[in-house]
């Protein structure tokens, strides 16, 4: 039995999903989102009407036990939910059992696909990232492509006859819950600060000896080929790890993080993301700063992609972070094409948080973040408030500038008589 509001931990979902592991036909089904909470299911089911992005059965069921929950129940209900290290910590034992045979579906073309069901089988698929601007209708979108992706995939097991069961989950929650006690206590919190229970996963380091040169890390990490071709690298790059970073260089004035991945998507054999930064002095400042220089696409080994990037700057011994980092113009730190093999890639990468010399105890160190301190905001409203001030400063001194009578007409005596000079 399970409470209201309990976070379970992976210990707890290995216990509730043994069955899966025992039965005989034992054949897994495991669809994985970069972010996803029970919330979802409901909000989206009833805030749209006859748009609900989920059609298929799988999801049907669910939607349908979740609303005869609520229904029965006499309060307010806070439903239990999964601690988000318990999806990779499901994935490390999976993979590290012996009895399974893992198979990544990335292409999402299961029709070659070869399934021996005398043995188990795990089916990883990588479902397509859900929209990061803010925007529900966006993620409402990217939710019911995510549910086409499942009845496709499950409907095509099932024709084949073969006996599966399914699990669906996250990298991390889309929807925190804050109590009020909370709210009062948020404040800017980055890796260097942060508690270990509030990262989802670590951040990826390049190691030279028994020493971290550079650390990396990102909550959605995607490129978007020709316009069309989406590449989420998130999961490869942080949670399973299926990146090359042989290449990678460090030393005191340069370092090179590089990312190697292989087939990626489908029609791409290979990818290599590269970011390169310096270290230099400049006597401005009287100090050194390290700086990320540009960052170098190269697919299939052949097509070379370079940008320069704006704003990604900070102090030797701090880390960078920006919230958005891309190819939009609307990014405060932006990559900007210096080639013509550049404009076929758009970039996002969101949270960015990347040091690459000075590291300390395998840590970030403090962040220099993108954001500055005087915003658009902030300096709408000084420019405001200096002119209603100059208005009043020159108000107040016309007032001064006011002088009275010092000589009064007396209707006992003789007129008063004021020459025009005075």
């Known amino acids: 039995a399970v409470h209201e509001g309990q976070v379970l931990s992976a210990q707890e979902v290995m216990v509730l999903l043994q069955p899966l592991f025992t039965q005989n ?10 972010r996803l909470s029970i919330d979802d299911f409901t909000y989206f089911s009833e805030s749209y009407g006859n748009k609900n992005p989920f ?74 990232p859900l929209s990061s601007d803010l925007k529900e209708i966006s993620t409402l979108e990217a939710i019911a492509e995510n549910d086409k992706i499942i009845g496709r995939v499950t409907m095509d097991l099932q024709e084949r006859g073969i006996h599966f069961s399914v699990i669906y989950t996250a990298v991390r929650p889309s929807r925190i819950s804050r109590r009020t006690s909370v709210v009062a206590e948020l404040r800017r919190q980055l890796m260097a600060v942060e508690e270990e229970d509030s990262v989802s996963y670590p951040p990826l380091n390049v ?47 340069n370092a090179t993080l590089s990312l190697k991945y292989t087939k990626p998507v489908n029609g791409i054999s290979s990818l290599e993301i590269r970011f390169l930064m310096t270290n230099k002095f400049y006597e401005v400042s009287a100090r050194k700063w390290s700086t990320l220089d540009s960052v170098e696409i190269v697919q299939d080994g052949e097509k070379f992609a370079k940008f320069n990037v704006s704003s990604i700057s900070a102090p030797a011994e701090y880390s960078f972070h920006c919230q958005l980092v891309g190819t939009s113009n609307l990014y405060p730190a932006r990559l900007v094409p210096s080639n ?44 405001t408030s200096i002119i209603l001030l100059w208005i009043v400063t020159y108000g107040i001194h016309m007032i001064m500038q006011l002088t009275t009578n010092n000589r009064f007409d007396d209707p006992k005596g003789p007129a008063l008589s004021v020459p025009q000079t005075e």
């Open 55 to 128: 059609q298929n059965r799988v999801n049907k069921l669910l939607i349908n036990l979740l609303q005869e929950i609520l229904q029965s129940s006499p309060s307010s209900l806070v439903l239990p939910a999964v601690d988000c290290k318990a999806t990779g910590y499901l994935l490390n034992v999976l993979q590290e059992s012996g009895d399974w045979k893992l198979t990544n579906l990335t292409n999402l073309n299961i029709s070659q696909l070869e399934v021996n069901a005398s043995k188990p089988n795990l089916l990883v698929v990588q479902l397509q």
């Open 207 to 253: 190691t030279t000896g028994n020493y971290t040169c550079i650390l990396f890390y990102a909550s959605n990490f995607s490129l978007k080929a020709n316009r069309s071709v989406l590449i989420d690298l998130t999961n490869a790059t942080f949670l399973t790890q299926n990146v090359d970073i042989s290449a990678s260089e460090c030393s005191d004035s």
């Open 340 to 383: 013509n093999e550049a404009k076929n890639w758009d970039v996002f990468i969101s949270e960015l948080q990347i040091q690459g010399f000075n590291i300390i105890n395998n840590q970030f160190s403090y962040a220099s973040d993108c954001t500055g301190f005087f915003t658009p905001g902030i300096w709408m409203g000084l420019v």
């Open 25 to 34: 036909s034992r054949n897994l089904v495991l669809f994985l989102q970069d």
